[in-house]
Protein backbone atom coordinates (compact mmCIF):
# COMPACT_ATOMS: atom_id res chain seq x y z
CA UNK A 1 0.00 0.00 0.00
CA UNK A 2 2.91 1.90 0.75
CA UNK A 3 6.60 2.47 0.27
CA UNK A 4 9.43 4.88 1.53
CA UNK A 5 12.93 5.39 1.71
CA UNK A 6 13.62 5.75 5.68
CA UNK A 7 16.68 8.24 5.88
CA UNK A 8 18.04 7.83 9.41
CA UNK A 9 22.01 9.42 10.17
CA UNK A 10 23.85 5.74 10.29
CA UNK A 11 21.65 4.10 7.18
CA UNK A 12 18.60 4.24 4.72
CA UNK A 13 15.93 1.72 4.45
CA UNK A 14 13.64 1.23 2.27
CA UNK A 15 10.14 0.33 4.08
CA UNK A 16 6.95 -1.51 2.78
CA UNK A 17 3.76 -1.60 4.09
CA UNK A 18 0.56 -3.85 2.75
CA UNK A 19 -2.12 -6.36 4.05
CA UNK A 20 -0.01 -8.21 5.81
CA UNK A 21 2.83 -6.25 7.36
CA UNK A 22 6.02 -4.28 7.36
CA UNK A 23 8.98 -5.19 4.98
CA UNK A 24 12.59 -3.66 5.26
CA UNK A 25 15.27 -3.72 2.43
CA UNK A 26 18.77 -2.04 1.96
CA UNK A 27 17.94 0.99 0.40
CA UNK A 28 18.65 -0.70 -3.26
CA UNK A 29 16.09 -3.05 -2.50
CA UNK A 30 18.60 -6.07 -2.77
CA UNK A 31 18.71 -7.60 0.65
CA UNK A 32 15.54 -8.11 3.30
CA UNK A 33 16.61 -6.39 6.60
CA UNK A 34 13.68 -7.23 8.39
CA UNK A 35 9.28 -8.72 8.63
CA UNK A 36 6.88 -7.69 10.67
CA UNK A 37 3.75 -9.88 9.91
CA UNK A 38 0.61 -8.07 11.49
CA UNK A 39 -2.20 -9.36 13.38
CA UNK A 40 -5.07 -11.10 11.41
CA UNK A 41 -7.88 -11.54 13.93
CA UNK A 42 -9.68 -15.15 13.71
CA UNK A 43 -12.68 -13.83 12.72
CA UNK A 44 -11.71 -10.85 10.42
CA UNK A 45 -14.17 -8.08 11.17
CA UNK A 46 -16.15 -5.69 8.23
CA UNK A 47 -12.40 -4.15 7.99
CA UNK A 48 -9.55 -5.07 6.71
CA UNK A 49 -6.09 -5.15 8.90
CA UNK A 50 -3.36 -3.04 6.66
CA UNK A 51 -0.05 -0.94 7.56
CA UNK A 52 -0.01 2.48 6.43
CA UNK A 53 2.07 5.66 7.10
CA UNK A 54 5.96 5.22 7.21
CA UNK A 55 8.43 7.77 8.76
CA UNK A 56 11.94 8.08 9.80
CA UNK A 57 12.02 9.26 13.45
CA UNK A 58 14.39 10.36 16.21
CA UNK A 59 17.65 9.73 14.53
CA UNK A 60 16.91 5.71 14.94
CA UNK A 61 13.53 4.93 14.53
CA UNK A 62 11.16 4.10 12.22
CA UNK A 63 7.57 4.79 12.78
CA UNK A 64 4.47 2.97 10.99
CA UNK A 65 0.97 3.41 11.06
CA UNK A 66 -1.72 0.15 11.12
CA UNK A 67 -5.37 0.19 10.86
CA UNK A 68 -5.93 0.07 13.84
CA UNK A 69 -4.49 2.94 14.73
CA UNK A 70 -1.93 2.03 16.72
CA UNK A 71 2.04 3.81 15.55
CA UNK A 72 4.56 0.81 15.37
CA UNK A 73 8.07 2.27 16.35
CA UNK A 74 11.12 0.28 15.49
CA UNK A 75 14.41 0.41 16.58
CA UNK A 76 17.15 0.33 13.88
CA UNK A 77 20.75 -0.67 14.66
CA UNK A 78 23.49 1.05 12.44
CA UNK A 79 23.84 -2.09 10.43
CA UNK A 80 22.43 -5.57 10.68
CA UNK A 81 19.26 -6.81 10.86
CA UNK A 82 18.28 -6.81 14.79
CA UNK A 83 15.20 -4.52 14.28
CA UNK A 84 13.56 -4.21 17.35
CA UNK A 85 9.53 -3.33 18.18
CA UNK A 86 10.74 -0.39 20.85
CA UNK A 87 7.36 0.58 21.91
CA UNK A 88 3.62 0.80 20.33
CA UNK A 89 1.74 4.54 20.48
CA UNK A 90 -1.71 4.20 21.06
CA UNK A 91 -3.48 7.31 21.39
CA UNK A 92 -5.57 7.08 17.91
CA UNK A 93 -8.80 5.18 17.79
CA UNK A 94 -9.20 5.22 13.83
CA UNK A 95 -6.93 3.57 11.22
CA UNK A 96 -3.60 5.60 10.91
CA UNK A 97 -3.35 7.35 7.09
CA UNK A 98 -0.32 8.93 7.24
CA UNK A 99 3.00 10.17 9.46
CA UNK A 100 5.09 12.65 9.32
CA UNK A 101 8.16 13.63 10.83
CA UNK A 102 10.36 17.27 11.40
CA UNK A 103 12.03 17.99 8.26
CA UNK A 104 13.54 21.63 9.46
CA UNK A 105 14.28 22.97 12.45
CA UNK A 106 11.11 22.83 14.79
CA UNK A 107 10.57 25.89 17.48
CA UNK A 108 11.14 25.27 21.58
CA UNK A 109 8.62 22.71 22.59
CA UNK A 110 7.22 21.78 19.44
CA UNK A 111 6.65 17.96 18.19
CA UNK A 112 9.10 16.40 15.81
CA UNK A 113 6.32 13.66 14.60
CA UNK A 114 2.92 13.93 13.50
CA UNK A 115 0.27 10.97 13.59
CA UNK A 116 -2.91 11.11 11.07
CA UNK A 117 -5.70 8.99 11.19
CA UNK A 118 -9.37 8.11 9.35
CA UNK A 119 -11.15 10.59 11.50
CA UNK A 120 -8.86 13.71 10.83
CA UNK A 121 -7.27 13.14 14.63
CA UNK A 122 -3.72 14.34 14.86
CA UNK A 123 -1.19 13.71 17.37
CA UNK A 124 2.05 15.51 18.21
CA UNK A 125 4.75 13.64 19.63
CA UNK A 126 8.53 14.57 21.32
CA UNK A 127 10.52 12.03 19.86
CA UNK A 128 13.36 10.26 22.06
CA UNK A 129 14.32 7.06 24.38
CA UNK A 130 10.41 7.14 24.71
CA UNK A 131 7.68 8.88 22.56
CA UNK A 132 6.01 11.38 24.25
CA UNK A 133 2.55 12.86 23.91
CA UNK A 134 2.17 16.65 23.50
CA UNK A 135 -0.71 17.03 22.24
CA UNK A 136 -3.99 15.87 19.91
CA UNK A 137 -6.06 18.12 17.50
CA UNK A 138 -9.19 16.42 17.23
CA UNK A 139 -10.72 15.54 14.13
CA UNK A 140 -13.72 16.69 12.95
CA UNK A 141 -15.22 13.43 10.92
CA UNK A 142 -13.09 13.90 7.73
CA UNK A 143 -9.90 12.46 7.06
CA UNK A 144 -6.86 13.56 6.96
CA UNK A 145 -5.01 11.96 3.59
CA UNK A 146 -1.53 13.62 4.01
CA UNK A 147 0.21 15.18 6.37
CA UNK A 148 3.58 16.64 6.75
CA UNK A 149 5.52 19.03 9.16
CA UNK A 150 8.27 21.72 8.69
CA UNK A 151 9.73 24.38 11.17
CA UNK A 152 6.80 23.60 13.67
CA UNK A 153 4.29 24.22 11.04
CA UNK A 154 1.92 21.16 10.65
CA UNK A 155 0.28 20.79 6.99
CA UNK A 156 -2.89 18.82 6.55
CA UNK A 157 -4.83 17.16 3.51
CA UNK A 158 -8.37 16.37 4.28
CA UNK A 159 -10.70 14.28 2.09
CA UNK A 160 -13.15 17.73 1.85
CA UNK A 161 -10.07 19.41 0.09
CA UNK A 162 -8.63 21.57 2.51
CA UNK A 163 -5.50 22.36 3.43
CA UNK A 164 -5.28 23.19 7.17
CA UNK A 165 -2.12 24.64 9.01
CA UNK A 166 -1.55 24.06 12.60
CA UNK A 167 1.18 25.21 14.86
CA UNK A 168 2.94 22.05 15.90
CA UNK A 169 3.88 23.27 19.55
CA UNK A 170 0.28 24.55 20.35
CA UNK A 171 -2.16 22.76 18.47
CA UNK A 172 -3.53 25.77 17.03
CA UNK A 173 -4.71 26.24 13.39
CA UNK A 174 -3.05 29.21 12.09
CA UNK A 175 -4.49 28.85 8.60
CA UNK A 176 -7.16 27.22 6.16
CA UNK A 177 -7.54 26.61 2.44
CA UNK A 178 -10.11 25.27 0.23
CA UNK A 179 -7.61 24.09 -2.09
CA UNK A 180 -9.24 21.26 -4.05
CA UNK A 181 -12.63 20.35 -5.35
CA UNK A 182 -11.81 16.99 -4.14
CA UNK A 183 -10.16 14.55 -2.04
CA UNK A 184 -6.82 15.12 -1.60
CA UNK A 185 -4.52 12.25 -1.50
CA UNK A 186 -1.06 13.95 -1.80
CA UNK A 187 1.19 16.53 0.24
CA UNK A 188 4.83 17.30 -0.03
CA UNK A 189 7.20 19.52 1.43
CA UNK A 190 10.24 21.12 0.42
CA UNK A 191 12.65 21.66 3.36
CA UNK A 192 15.06 23.76 1.85
CA UNK A 193 12.19 26.41 0.98
CA UNK A 194 8.94 25.54 2.19
CA UNK A 195 7.06 24.81 -0.53
CA UNK A 196 4.25 22.66 -0.30
CA UNK A 197 2.48 20.74 -3.00
CA UNK A 198 -0.97 19.24 -3.30
CA UNK A 199 -2.50 16.57 -5.52
CA UNK A 200 -5.84 15.92 -5.70
CA UNK A 201 -9.03 13.61 -7.27
CA UNK A 202 -9.67 16.66 -9.00
CA UNK A 203 -7.03 16.59 -11.47
CA UNK A 204 -5.30 19.89 -10.37
CA UNK A 205 -1.73 19.52 -9.03
CA UNK A 206 -1.26 23.16 -6.64
CA UNK A 207 2.22 24.47 -5.32
CA UNK A 208 1.98 26.80 -2.20
CA UNK A 209 4.97 28.68 -0.21
CA UNK A 210 4.77 28.25 3.44
CA UNK A 211 6.56 30.95 5.44
CA UNK A 212 6.57 32.60 9.39
CA UNK A 213 6.11 36.14 9.72
CA UNK A 214 9.15 37.77 11.44
CA UNK A 215 7.05 40.25 12.96
CA UNK A 216 4.60 38.30 14.30
CA UNK A 217 5.29 34.39 14.13
CA UNK A 218 2.32 33.90 12.22
CA UNK A 219 1.93 30.87 9.50
CA UNK A 220 1.43 32.24 5.72
CA UNK A 221 0.87 30.32 3.49
CA UNK A 222 0.62 31.79 -0.50
CA UNK A 223 -0.45 29.69 -3.87
CA UNK A 224 2.18 29.80 -6.54
CA UNK A 225 1.48 27.76 -9.03
CA UNK A 226 -1.53 25.06 -10.65
CA UNK A 227 -1.00 22.51 -13.06
CA UNK A 228 -3.77 20.50 -14.39
CA UNK A 229 -3.21 16.87 -15.45
CA UNK A 230 -5.81 16.26 -17.77
CA UNK A 231 -8.06 13.25 -17.17
CA UNK A 232 -6.81 11.98 -14.22
CA UNK A 233 -7.66 11.58 -10.75
CA UNK A 234 -4.51 12.57 -9.21
CA UNK A 235 -2.87 9.85 -6.34
CA UNK A 236 -0.01 10.84 -5.79
CA UNK A 237 2.70 14.04 -6.02
CA UNK A 238 6.31 14.14 -4.40
CA UNK A 239 9.05 17.21 -5.25
CA UNK A 240 12.17 15.58 -6.61
CA UNK A 241 14.99 17.39 -4.34
CA UNK A 242 14.59 19.48 -1.36
CA UNK A 243 14.28 23.19 -3.12
CA UNK A 244 11.16 21.93 -4.41
CA UNK A 245 12.20 23.26 -8.08
CA UNK A 246 10.74 20.22 -9.87
CA UNK A 247 8.08 17.73 -8.82
CA UNK A 248 6.42 14.77 -10.15
CA UNK A 249 2.87 12.89 -10.13
CA UNK A 250 1.39 10.04 -11.05
CA UNK A 251 -2.71 8.89 -10.99
CA UNK A 252 -4.88 6.23 -10.77
CA UNK A 253 -4.82 3.58 -13.81
CA UNK A 254 -1.87 5.84 -15.14
CA UNK A 255 1.09 3.39 -15.71
CA UNK A 256 3.21 6.63 -16.05
CA UNK A 257 4.96 9.41 -13.84
CA UNK A 258 4.91 13.04 -15.00
CA UNK A 259 7.75 15.39 -14.23
CA UNK A 260 7.02 19.11 -13.98
Not at 16 to 36: A, K, N, P
Not at 70 to 79: R, T
Not at 118 to 145: A, H, M, N, Q, Y
Request: with cysteine.
Amino acid sequence: SQAAWCELPSRVLLVLTSQRGVQMYESDGSTMVFWHALHVPEHPAAHSVFARGIAAAGGRFVCVGTSSGAVLVFDIPPKGTNVTLNEVLEQHRDPITDIAAEQGQAPDGAGDLVTADDSGTLCLWSTGEEFTLLGKIPGSGCTCSSVRLWNGIVAAGYGNGQIRLWEAGSGRIRAQVSAHARWIYALDLAPLTGKLLSGAEDSFVHVWQLSRDPDTDGIEIRHCHAECVTDTQVCGARFCDPAGDTFAVTGYDLSEIICY
